[in-house]
């Protein structure tokens, strides 16, 4: 889809709709209200527009004029960054639904361009390749702003990385294994310009990442490590920033089988890894000055006579032992050893995202991304910039205690708590020891990686969450 800068009157334009997004309590622009016949004020009056959240009205025609739609959209009150996101996505997918190839959208002066474009490519995403029915596709969205153009054109490529991640999530298990999964990130990050390395069983087996081995060991498709590295010719710092996400393709639960159950929603369980394949074929596209590592540690979870035992004690890739006391706690086991090469690598920060714990769901809800660390500046930096382009986190205490309960009897750690409470900390309290002292960051998107029913400007499917968040970390590194 094509995203273009218009500064001239919309009435210049040959386009099959206008989309207006109004907030509750604002009156219609006197001058467009004339050029449409006081239509706007009309339906205020008549009730059939309140501007609430998420409301759209669509004008199937509009006087004297060339627009063939008017589509006017709800930002409810005292609009946020995310209301204007989620509009610009709306517009999107009913000019679609209207069979448009060319929607407008009319924004203020002070709009953020980059977002609303990152928007509208948003809503363009559709789950292809699986039914026989072909979505309409809108060809153009034209942004009637003053605005620079590389603003809309920043925000296209950061919303072609959430869309990637969107994408990959929603592929079945049978077609997204280990490999295939470490192939095509292997083919984005050269098209995105990165350096890319994959290593296999044998090279994981040779440099000693027993708990990521031990996950994946299950199964017929063997596990991957995969590192993309962005590199600018003139670095602006020393820092190395590295993205870490967890990869398990399918996750059946292993020996602690999952309940039957919505099982099928487990391929959904690489959502860490596709956020940041997301985010760092992006970076490699926008060129940011700051040196970013990403790595993704991919493995199927299944049960079977090789299958790692409740019970088994495994060394991970920092010598530290650890006694599995659930095959359904993986993620944290994978995480660890891919944590520790980033570290050997020489991160001066990490980040990790992971649909790691249920228990998120319980204390979040879909609403907000958990976000853990043991360094505040980090952590306030990514709730920041998430703040900014309109995507919601929610720090948790990181207090020593809730360590106790991952402490092993037998081993240096247990990869599941002794107790049911605060397993969101208790699982970020075990992957901190595997991050030595290095400034770190835990993103916890289970409860927010799928969208369990269609919204205005998405529909039911993955979500792409964090993507744009850490996008704007890496261009703003040090700036906030």
Not at 148 to 165: E, K, S, W
Not at 196 to 225: F, H, K, T, Y
Not at 350 to 364: Q, Y
Not at 372 to 382: A, F, P, T, Y
């Amino acid at each position: 889809m094509n995203i273009t800068i218009h500064s001239g009157n919309w009435e210049e334009l040959e386009i099959d709709a206008l989309a207006i997004p109004m907030a509750a309590d604002q009156l219609p622009n006197d001058v467009l209200d004339g050029r449409v016949e006081g239509l706007l004020t009309e339906l205020i009056e008549r009730e059939e527009w309140s501007g609430k959240l998420g409301a759209c009205t669509l004008v199937h025609r509009v006087p004297d004029t060339s627009v063939k739609r008017l589509l006017l959209l709800g930002l409810g009150e005292d609009p946020m960054p995310r209301h204007w996101f989620a509009a610009a996505g709306q517009a999107v997918r009913e000019a679609a639904k209207a069979q448009c190839r060319t929607v407008a959208i009319l924004l203020p002066e002070d709009a953020d361009v980059r977002l609303i474009a990152e928007g509208a490519v948003y809503g363009s995403h559709r789950p292809s390749g699986y039914t026989e029915q072909k979505p309409w596709v809108v060809e153009e969205v034209i942004l009637l702003s003053t605005a620079d153009v590389a603003q809309a054109d920043r925000g296209r490529l950061t919303a072609g990385g959430i869309n990637l991640a969107r994408e990959l999530v929603e592929i079945p298990a049978n077609d997204l294994g280990p490999e295939e999964f470490a192939m095509r990130a292997a083919q984005e990050g050269n098209a995105a310009g990165l350096e890319v390395e994959v290593l296999d069983e044998q090279a994981l087996l040779e440099m000693g990442a027993g708990a990521l081995l031990a996950v994946g060991q299950g199964s017929e498709r063997p596990p991957r490590l995969v590192r993309l590295s962005w590199e600018p010719e003139e670095p602006t710092s020393n820092d190395h920033l590295f993205l870490v996400g967890k990869g398990i393709t399918f996750d059946t639960g292993g020996l602690s089988l999952k309940p039957a159950n919505s099982m099928e929603k487990m391929k959904y369980d690489m959502g860490g890894a596709a956020t940041m394949l997301g985010a760092i074929t992006a970076i490699g596209r926008l060129r940011p000055g700051l040196r970013v590592t990403c790595l993704l540690a991919m493995a199927e979870n299944m049960p079977s006579g090789k299958a790692t035992r409740p019970g088994d004690i495994i060394t991970a890739l920092n010598g530290k032992t650890i006694e599995v006391i659930n095959t359904d706690a993986e993620g944290r086991l994978v995480l660890a050893d891919a944590l520790t090469y980033a570290t050997r690598l020489g991160a001066t920060h990490i980040v990790d995202a992971a649909t790691l714990t249920g228990a998120v769901t319980v204390a979040l809800g879909n609403v907000r991304v958990a976000l853990l660390g043991n360094d505040k500046n980090l952590s306030d930096s990514i709730a920041l910039h998430g703040r900014d382009c309109g995507e919601r986190f929610w720090p948790l205490p990181m207090d020593p205690e809730y360590l106790d309960a991952m402490k092993g009897d037998m081993s240096d750690l247990r990869n599941a708590s002794a107790e049911r409470s605060a397993g969101t900390i208790t699982a970020g309290k075990f992957l901190e020891q595997f991050v030595d002292e290095t400034p770190w960051a835990h993103l916890d998107i289970a409860g927010t990686c799928w969208v369990g029913k269609t919204q205005p400007h998405c529909g039911k499917g993955a979500s792409g969450v964090a993507v744009r968040t850490l996008v704007r970390l890496a261009e703003n590194w040090g700036s906030q």
